[in-house]
C-alpha cells in the first residue's frame, strides 16, 4: 500500500491540506483518527487467527474513529475476506474498507492526518518504511493568534482543543515541535519527505499543489482547489469539528497569511526571542511586516 502522512503543529492548515488532497480523484486523507498509534502498543503482536471481533472493539472505543461513519459488521465481513494476519495488515485494511466503502473511491494513495502523528514520526516512518511525510509549517506567530483565537470562543464540542494562550507557552510548544519534526525527519531519506509553508499554499495553492502532487507521483487535478466544495459524502471535516474549523468551508482567505498581525507589539517580540531561529530559517521573520 502507498502511503504518506501529513505532519504539522496544530493550527498550521493540516485540515485545509487534507480537504485540498482528499479532492483528488487518486487519494484519500480520511478525517483525523489516531488508532494507527492508539493501537500499535497493544496490538501490535496480536495473533488475529482467532477472528476480528476483539479488533472491532478496541477500534470502536478510540477517539473520534466514529467519524469515518463506517459500519462495523461490515467492516468485521471485509476482515473475514481480506484474513490480514499483522498489525500493519489489519491497519491498511481499514483504510482500504474506508475509501472502498464510505468514500466510494478507487484510489491508489492513502494519507493520514493527525497533529498527534508529529510525537510519532519515528513509528510511522519503521511501520511503513517505504512512506512518505509532508510537513506543513505555519508561521509560529500566526499559529500564536490563532490558538489564541480558538480559546476566546470556549467551544463545548467534546472534541474541542485544548491550546495554551500564553504567548511564550505557545512560542515555546511550537519551537519544541517543529525540532521534533527535524529531528526525526533527519533520519530519513531525503527523497521521503517534504516541507511546504503554508503562507505559499494560500497564496498559490496550483504551484504549491502541483508540488506536493509529483512528490507522491500523481498528475494534480483541479478539483483540487474547490476544496471548499467538499461534502460530508466525500469526507469533509467532521460536523463537531467545525465550530473551530468552518473556515475550510470557504474558499481561501489571503488575509490568514497575515494573522500574527492580530497580536501585540509586546506578543510579537516575546514569541520571536522564544523562537527566532525557526522563524528565521523558514523565512517567517519580517515576513510582510510593515
Known amino acids: 500500500m502507498q502511503r504518506f ?16 488532497l482528499n479532492k483528488h480523484s487518486k487519494m484519500i486523507v480520511p478525517p483525523e483518527a489516531g488508532f494507527l498509534v492508539w493501537l500499535y502498543k497493544d496490538i501490535k503482536d496480536e495473533n488475529f487467527n482467532k477472528g ?27 476482515l473475514n475476506i481480506k484474513k490480514p494476519s499483522t498489525f500493519k495488515d489489519i491497519m491498511n485494511c481499514i ?12 484510489v491508489i494513495l492513502y494519507g493520514d492526518k493527525n497533529n498527534y502523528y508529529l510525537k510519532h514520526i519515528d513509528l510511522l516512518a519503521e511501520l511503513y518504511n517505504e512512506a512518505k511525510f509532508i510537513h506543513i509549517i505555519r508561521d509560529g506567530r500566526s499559529v500564536a493568534a490563532s490558538y489564541k483565537g480558538v480559546m476566546q470562543q470556549q467551544i463545548k464540542s467534546k472534541y474541542a482543543p485544548n491550546l495554551p494562550t500564553d504567548i511564550n ?18 533520519k530519513l531519506k531525503s527523497d521521503r519527505i517534504i516541507t511546504i509553508r503554508y503562507e505559499d499554499l494560500v497564496l498559490d495553492p496550483k504551484q504549491e499543489l502541483t508540488k506536493i502532487c509529483d512528490f507522491l507521483g500523481l498528475e494534480f487535478e483541479e478539483d483540487m482547489l474547490y476544496y471548499y466544495t467538499t461534502t460530508t459524502k466525500d ?7 467545525l465550530d473551530w474549523k468552518k473556515k475550510n468551508l470557504q474558499p481561501l482567505q489571503k488575509d490568514e497569511v497575515d494573522k500574527y498581525k492580530q497580536l501585540t507589539n509586546k506578543e510579537l517580540i516575546g514569541f520571536e526571542k522564544e523562537a527566532e531561529s525557526f522563524l528565521r530559517k523558514y523565512n517567517y521573520i519580517n515576513y510582510n511586516k510593515n
Open 5 to 20: 502522512f501529513i505532519i504539522g503543529n496544530p493550527r498550521s492548515g493540516t485540515t485545509l491540506f487534507r480537504l485540498m
Open 52 to 78: 476480528y471481533r476483539k479488533f472491532i472493539e478496541l477500534l470502536r472505543d478510540t477517539s473520534k474513529i466514529e467519524t469515518w461513519n463506517m459500519s462495523y459488521e461490515d467492516l468485521h465481513d471485509y
Open 95 to 106: 483504510y482500504v474498507f474506508y475509501a472502498s466503502h464510505v468514500l466510494k473511491k478507487d
Open 169 to 186: 507557552s505557545i512560542a515555546e510548544e511550537w519551537n519544541t515541535n517543529i525540532r521534533n519534526i527535524e529531528e526525526s525527519f533527519n
Open 235 to 241: 469526507g469533509l471535516e467532521p460536523e463537531e469539528y
